[in-house]
């Protein structure tokens, strides 16, 4: 019995870290607007499409991971989700082009579509019902102070 609850919070520990990544990716932009807008000669607007460009990708996701995840279960959709943001990190940083900066964001966004969702569904999988706040405060807990 020990060995499943160990294995539960470390999933869910696991699940934390995507949605610290998640919230990384969604606002990293904001702190190198300046760099961002002198390398593709961007004005304010231009820097917020290419910020917004992650939501594009994320907004279209979102219609899909809870589906996948159901069908496919926690493991797979989120590793390929993982792999997807991952590169679009690679692409971000290595392009001087602002369509691919822009494409990258999208996929950033693709990927970190999966976050909330593998973690509420390991919280639904691996807690009974009475530790649902209990999860979603570990969420919170761990997200927003990480």
Known sequence: ???????AYAM?????GFLFYKYTLQLFPGVMTAHLMSLYHLNGAALGN????FFY???IMQWFAGPLVDRYGVELPSLAA???AVTGIIIFVNTTSLHYAQF???LMGGGAAFA???YLRCSALWFDRSSAGFTGGLLTVGVMCG
Request: net charge positive; aromatic share 10%; proline share 0%.
């Open 1 to 7: 019995m020990g060995s499943f609850f160990t294995r």
């Open 12 to 16: 869910l520990a696991i699940c934390m």
């Open 50 to 53: 290419l910020a917004a460009s």
């Open 57 to 59: 990708g994320y907004v």
């Open 82 to 84: 993982l792999t997807v």
């Open 104 to 106: 990258a964001r999208i």
């Open 116 to 118: 909330t969702i593998t």
